[in-house]
């Protein structure tokens, strides 16, 4: 599976982003999908998670309220819409998938993924 993340920019404080992750092959469906982000000197953290229908999603709790992750699993692709942006949530964007045997979602061992996609947020 390759994964191509994009969306990313440089937005101010209280702006919308929208990050789209297109997976290549056709067993989309067969994976959870993740985004992780990690800002400069920090340790990346899932942001947050989808199980293979959608019906089952995680937020960290920095995010929940603000941010929503959702999937078309037609279209391949993954989506994080991100509202209320705030300075913390500057940090590379990555999206990643894990084949999904359970039908939840998952917050670490990922397979695969994308490159990262840049959002920066300014005061």
């Known amino acids: 599976v390759q994964l191509q993340a994009s969306g990313g920019g440089l937005v101010q404080a209280g702006d919308s982003l929208r990050l789209s992750c297109t997976a290549s092959?056709?067993?989309?469906?067969?994976?959870?999908m993740g985004w992780f982000r990690q800002a400069p000197g920090k340790e990346g953290v899932v942001v947050a998670a989808?199980?293979?229908?959608?019906?089952?999603?995680y937020y960290v709790d920095s995010v929940k309220g603000r941010f929503t992750i959702s999937r078309d699993n037609a279209k391949n692709t993954v989506y994080l819409q991100m509202n209320s942006l705030k300075p913390e949530d500057t940090a590379v964007y990555y999206c990643?998938?894990?084949?999904?045997?359970?039908?939840?979602?998952?917050?670490?061992?990922?397979?695969?993924w994308g490159q990262g996609t840049q959002v920066t947020v300014s005061s």
């Open positions: 990643a998938a894990r084949r999904d045997n359970s039908g939840s979602y998952y917050l670490y061992n990922y397979e695969y």
């Open positions: 092959g056709r067993t989309f469906s067969s994976y959870a």
């Open positions: 989808i199980n293979w229908s959608g019906g089952s999603t």
